[in-house]
């Protein structure tokens, strides 16, 4: 392909799988075309770094409210009543988002969105084709548990429809098969994207395999994590114990020498996995993904969220390792001891998981729905601009 492209990109911010799964697919378009990335949170933080120098990429904060989950789907008094919600504009800040991307590159001939409703809507004033690239719409299909653990999978259907009415294709990234069919001829499921660093991770022979990283998220308590985690690092003298989680210092009271703590984002997350025989983390699905890739046992420790119930609860019903809903000793004592067995589940499965990295299969879907879009319509900017303003929904 010759001509250069518009493309706008819009990335969840909650954690930093969505940013870091992105981040193959931007770097190959960035060297070809010109791209404005709608993000916040965690993604702002890493493409505001990533693409700094980068002249033909644009990133521009976004602020879409958080979406809360109800006793029905949606809880949408309490999103209402959500303090983070209150206390940022976001009426303000995404249409100034809108408004300059369509200074920008007015029309783009493709929005990619992971989770990002802003972006959406920026396509749908523009009346630009929408391809949505993220993990949760495999559940529009058939299959999956409707409740779990008192959370509902009609809220995560409900944000999706709300989010995403229309969209010209929807790719589904999933480190395990789901067991119903897929009833949606829009749906297509990959294998996860995964990180160059972790591909790389898999081509080395990293010795001393007595590593448990541990990754926590804001979500979970950590002064109580930790307390286990130094009580279990004291019976297991084995074992390495390297923590990441934001913040994680200003928690600290360790006493274990075998027991380490780290601020995420470092080399020193990626030099832990190449020595690690396992993971501890707060069942986000890209960690999963990275790990079981790895060949790695995981204990799950889910946030009270369905999707994140769901990973947790395939890793623990397949017997690629535990899951429990807090950090308990005894608990993680006996994951530590059936690490052999879960590391062979995970080595021989042919059923659950999707293996290999789905990067280049996307890559060259992406590629064709480029090629294969219409011209422009013929909307002029500024037209297109006000409809971009008038588009956005606190």
């Known amino acids: 392909m010759s001509s ?105 001939d493709l929005v990619i969105s992971d989770y990002e409703p802003t972006s959406a809507q920026y396509a749908y004033a523009y009346d630009a084709p929408l391809v949505t690239l993220d993990q949760q719409s495999k559940y529009l299909c058939d299959g999956f548990p409707e409740k779990l653990d008192g959370t509902d999978r009609s809220s995560e259907v409900m944000r999706l429809n709300m989010f995403f009415p229309k969209a010209e294709a929807r790719l589904a990234c999933s480190f395990f098969r789901p067991k119903g069919k897929n009833n949606r001829s829009d749906i297509r499921l990959f294998p996860p994207i995964l990180r160059n660093e972790i591909l790389d991770l898999k081509k080395l022979k990293g010795s001393h395999k007595d590593t448990i990283t541990v990754y926590l998220s804001a979500f979970l308590d950590y002064p109580g994590a930790l307390a286990t985690l130094d009580e279990v690092a004291r019976r297991n003298s084995r074992f390495r114990f390297k923590v990441f989680a934001e913040g994680i210092s200003k928690n600290a009271n360790k006493t274990q020498k075998n027991l380490k703590l780290h601020e995420p984002g470092g080399t020193e997350f990626l030099e832990a996995l190449n020595h690690s025989c396992a993971v501890i983390c707060t069942s986000g699905h890209s960690m999963i993904s990275e790990a079981l890739y790895l060949g790695l046992p995981i204990f799950a420790v889910p946030r009270h969220q369905y999707e994140a119930l769901l990973c947790a609860k395939i890793i623990a019903d397949n017997g690629f390792g535990a899951t429990s809903k807090k950090l308990e000793a005894d608990e993680l004592q006996d994951f530590l001891d059936k690490l052999p067995r879960f590391r062979q589940n995970i080595d021989l499965d042919e059923r659950i998981l999707l293996r290999g990295d789905g990067k280049d299969e996307l890559l060259g879907f992406l590629e064709e729905s480029l090629k294969t879009q219409q011209a422009p319509r013929g909307l002029c900017r500024k037209e297109a601009v006000r409809r971009a303003e008038t588009s956005c929904v606190a």
């Not at 969505?18 to 981040?23: E, K, N, P, T, V």
């Not at 060297?31 to 693409?51: K, T």
């Not at 521009?60 to 206390?87: C, H, Q, S």
Request: glycine letters at 10%; charged letters at 20%.
């Open 4 to 108: 250069r492209k518009k493309l706008l990109w819009g990335v969840c911010g909650v954690g930093c799988g969505h940013a870091y799964r992105q981040l193959p697919l931007l770097n190959h378009f960035a060297v070809r075309h010109r791209i404005v990335i709608f993000a916040y949170g965690n993604s702002l933080r890493i493409y505001s770094q990533a693409f700094k120098n980068r002249k033909n990429v644009t990133v521009l904060e976004v602020a879409p409210p958080y979406w809360m989950d109800g006793e029905y789907g949606i809880g949408f008094r309490e999103t209402a009543g959500l303090a983070k919600n209150m206390e940022q504009d976001s009426l303000t800040i995404n249409c100034e988002a809108l408004a300059r991307a369509g200074e920008l590159i007015g029309r783009p």
